[in-house]
């Protein structure tokens, strides 16, 4: 379930941090389903995607061509043809395309030609040229992609070439527009963000003295959402920096373009996932089975992430606040035939077979990530509106086993 306040104040808060005439893009890899993707859309956002897929889901959504942007390093042939096509059409380009390496510079650079971009009445394809700042952002190892080591983006050295080659080379048909970076998610400060930034404005400095076009300075995402009471920056803290990093640039020299990608800034503490209790029972210790686990939520299981639980009912009774029952430590285990499906300690009262619980700050990286494995079905999705009433954003796909 996605709670539509929680998420309607989440982009507000980004929104009052990095104002207009900032390009605020929500990142589609946190939370992909289309109802969701709409609501946040519709909140001053547009769309980062990173394929074919994502971007069809952005469409779906509603969201046009020229408010979204297409990165990622998994772009194939495909997804760089489909967008020199959308451009090649001169009504509906991509806003601009970040590329990852000289290889797939070539690729669409070639692509490009072939049709004519920037001769005549066409356009020339905009593209970003990622940056791997080669900073130690203050995160897990498995989310630091602005490590100098991760498969991440091109150095100062590497970016800088290839603008050069793409002047030389592309003849028009695809421009450089600036730099885009994203050093990891669930930052824990704001140093090694600041230091990424500085990197990402020195470059677009020494490229705009030569080339005026290039405007254009991305800085990504990755502000932080922890368990309540874990200290974190907010992205005002990541917004405050700006000011002292441009003026330390000059002025003819500063992007006049800058965007952000956040994704689970925006939506990961409005949803809540709802099980439901399958086995309770003593392993050195109260063990509870729910009936939602790795398929629905892999964070736990994939890199240790923590979400909160508590129980909706108590011994088929629901919990209110006048009679809450006491709480006790108990292992929570996912249904899964896997030993790493678990989410972790949590206190929760006596329950039974039937009884709901819910996890919480569910609504980032759950449903985008959510597989089909032990041919278990993917889990609806129900929205809560602004006033209070129940919408469905999609249905429960459901098996049905056919005698014979």
Request: with cysteine.
């Amino acid at each position: 379930m996605t709670d539509l306040a929680t998420l309607d104040r989440a982009a507000a808060a980004i929104r009052e941090a990095f104002p207009y005439p900032w390009i605020r893009q929500y990142s589609l890899k946190a939370n992909d389903v289309p109802e969701i993707v709409a609501e946040v859309t519709s909140r001053g956002f547009g769309a980062n995607v990173v394929s074919r897929g994502e971007w069809a889901i952005a469409r779906r959504a509603g969201v046009p061509n020229g408010r979204i942007t297409l990165e990622g390093i998994g772009k194939t042939d495909a997804d760089l043809r489909d967008a020199v096509r959308a451009t090649a059409a001169g009504k509906a380009p991509l806003a601009w395309v970040a590329l990852e390496s000289a290889d797939e510079a070539e690729v669409v650079t070639r692509m490009a030609r072939r049709v004519g971009l920037g001769r005549g009445a066409r356009p020339a394809l905009d593209v970003l040229i990622r940056l791997n700042p080669d900073v130690v952002p203050e995160t897990i190892s498995g989310l630091a992609v602005g490590d100098g080591a991760s498969k991440f983006g091109l150095t100062e050295t590497e970016a800088t070439g290839l603008v050069e080659w793409l002047a030389s080379n592309a003849k028009g048909s695809v421009r450089p527009r600036g730099i885009h970076l994203h050093i990891g998610s669930q930052l824990r400060a704001v140093d090694a963000w600041r230091d990424a930034v500085r990197r990402g404005l020195a470059v677009v400095g020494l490229l705009r003295g030569g080339l005026a076009t290039f405007d254009t300075l991305d800085v990504g995402g990755g502000f932080p959402v922890l368990p309540l009471g874990e200290p974190a920056p907010d992205p005002g803290r990541f917004a405050r920096e700006m000011p002292e990093l441009l003026d330390a640039v000059p002025e003819d020299r500063r992007p006049t373009r800058l965007a952000i990608e956040p994704g689970r800034a925006l939506v990961a503490r409005s949803g809540w996932l709802v099980a439901s209790v399958l086995h309770v029972r003593e392993r050195g210790g109260r063990q509870v089975v729910i009936d939602a686990g790795m398929t629905e939520l892999i964070r736990p299981a994939l890199y240790g992430a923590r979400h909160p639980i508590v129980a909706l009912t108590s011994l088929g009774r629901p919990i209110g606040a006048d009679d809450a029952p006491a709480l006790e430590p108990a292992r929570v285990e996912g249904p899964i035939c896997e030993s790493t499906d678990a989410l972790g300690v949590h206190d929760l009262p006596p329950l039974r077979r039937g009884d709901l619980v819910a996890i919480s700050e569910a609504g980032a990286y759950a449903a985008s990530l959510a597989s089909t494995y032990n041919g278990r079905p993917r889990a609806p999705q129900v929205l809560l509106e602004m006033d209070g009433r129940l919408r469905r954003a999609r249905r429960a796909r459901s098996w049905r086993v056919h005698e014979d």
